[in-house]
Structures are given as C-alpha cells and as structure tokens.
C-alpha cells in the first residue's frame, strides 16, 4: 500500500489495516487489495483525469446494480467515514476469476444474453448503462486493433469458476452515466467521459466480442 492509500484507509475505523494483504490488481478507478481471506478492499484512485463517482452516485450505482443484476453480484458493501465524503468499497472476493475473451462470450451466451437484456432496460429507464470493459479492457480493445491477433478481455465482468458451473460475475459497481443527476461540474464531467465510454463500450463489445449492448429497445 502507498502511503497516502494508508492515510486514506486510516479515516475508515471499520477497516483493518491487519487484513490488507497483495495488491490483486487495478484498473482506472481502484486499486483492489486482498482483505482477509474471503474479500477485497477496492480503494479509489483520485487523479487529474479521474475522479470518483460522489458517495451519494456510489451508493445509487450500487442499489441500481444490486436492482437489475441480482444474479450477477457479489456481496458489496460502500464503507463511509462519520466525517467526510470519502469512502472505499469492501466485496466478497472471487478466486482466479477469468476475463471474458469472445469465444467465452459464446459458451457463455445465455448469462450474456440475459445481462445484456437487463442493461438495455437500464439504460431505457435511466439513462445508465454498465460498463463492460473496464479501462484494461478498452486498452486490450485499441490494442488488438493493430495486432488483430492479440485477443482482448472483458475486465469488468468476469467468470467465477466451480467444480459444476461457470458463472458471470459482475465486479465493477460503477456505472456510466449518461443523463443529469445533479447540476454540479463533476456530474458534468462524469457525465462527458460516461458518453465517450458507452460508445466505445458500443463498438468494442460488437467488433471484439459480438455483444450488441444498443438495441432496438423495442423487443424488451
Ligand atoms: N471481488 C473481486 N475478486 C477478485 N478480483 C477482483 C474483485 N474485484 C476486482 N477484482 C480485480 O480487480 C480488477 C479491477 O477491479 P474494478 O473493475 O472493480 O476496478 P476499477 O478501477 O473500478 O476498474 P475500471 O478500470 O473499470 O474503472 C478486476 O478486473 C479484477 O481483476
Ligand atoms: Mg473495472
């Protein structure tokens, strides 16, 4: 852990700093860090081009998320301090978890189909969509573009694995945004980078994956 991620999770007194254990992995948003032996501490990463979603849009993506994809979550808590906005998010850990390539899209294509059914009436309703790739995926996406034999991974949902079945999880809770939630500067922003997300989410998933996440609504 950084010294500064140390000095963040200190605020946190229901977060034991004993528990933290190897930095499992880390995308645009979070770090993610082992915590005890069943879970993991996602802490947010804050920088020029990325700011985290506000407690309040944090705590609604994950009520939204826990709404529409029951099936596909794990246990997630947002932990807060009395004082302050800031917060981290505790989950129930998944072991090895595989990242999606196109031809588990196929084998999988029920749980894909049906994810991406409840994600077209989320975004009919909200304005909202999840975001699939997850910022190595996108970068896998680019990438594979100029070496078209390099096969790009899904990054935000992954495949949970057992002795009897193989199961989509959804691991990132945050949501793209594409409608106003309030009048601030950072819903803006949010908003501005969610649009320029979802449409690459559009294109990449359909030319590297075969996943059409924009529909003719009307069949839903
Ligand atoms: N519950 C979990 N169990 C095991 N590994 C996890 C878990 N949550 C996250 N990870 C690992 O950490 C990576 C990043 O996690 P997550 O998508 O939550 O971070 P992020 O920073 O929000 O990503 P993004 O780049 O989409 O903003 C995942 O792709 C996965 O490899
Ligand atoms: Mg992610």
Redesign the pocket.
């Known amino acids: 852990m950084t010294i500064q991620e140390e000095r963040y999770i200190k605020q946190f007194q229901k977060i034991k700093i004993k528990q933290i254990g190897k930095l ?7 770090r ?1 860090y082992e915590y005890g032996k069943k879970q ?1 501490l ?1 802490i947010p990463k804050i920088s020029f081009i990325y700011h985290p979603p506000s407690l309040p849009h944090a705590k609604s993506d994950l009520q939204i998320i826990n709404r529409y994809f029951k099936d596909y979550i ?1 246990d997630t808590e947002i932990i807060t301090t009395p004082k302050s906005d800031y917060y981290c998010i505790i ?4 072991t090895n ?1 595989r ?1 999606p390539t196109k031809n588990d899209v196929a084998l999988l294509q029920d749980q894909f189909d049906d994810i991406v059914k409840k994600n077209i009436r989320l975004y009919d309703r909200h304005g909202d969509s999840l ?1 699939f790739l ?3 995926g996108l970068r896998e996406c680019i990438y594979s573009l100029v070496v078209p034999w390099k096969k790009p991974h899904l ?2 949902i ?1 495949i949970s694995e057992n002795k009897s079945s193989e199961r989509l999880v959804i ?2 809770i ?1 949501l793209l945004r594409m409608k106003e939630r309030d009048q601030t500067l950072r819903d803006l922003r949010f908003r501005f980078v969610s649009t320029i997300s979802y449409f690459l989410n559009i294109f990449f998933l359909r030319y590297c994956f075969g996943i059409h996440i924009k529909n003719n609504s009307a069949e839903f």
């Open positions: 499992i992995d880390e995308g645009m948003g979070n993610v993991v996602k794990q989950q129930e850990r998944i978890p990242h975001d997850g910022q190595q990054f935000n992954v691991l990132d945050e």
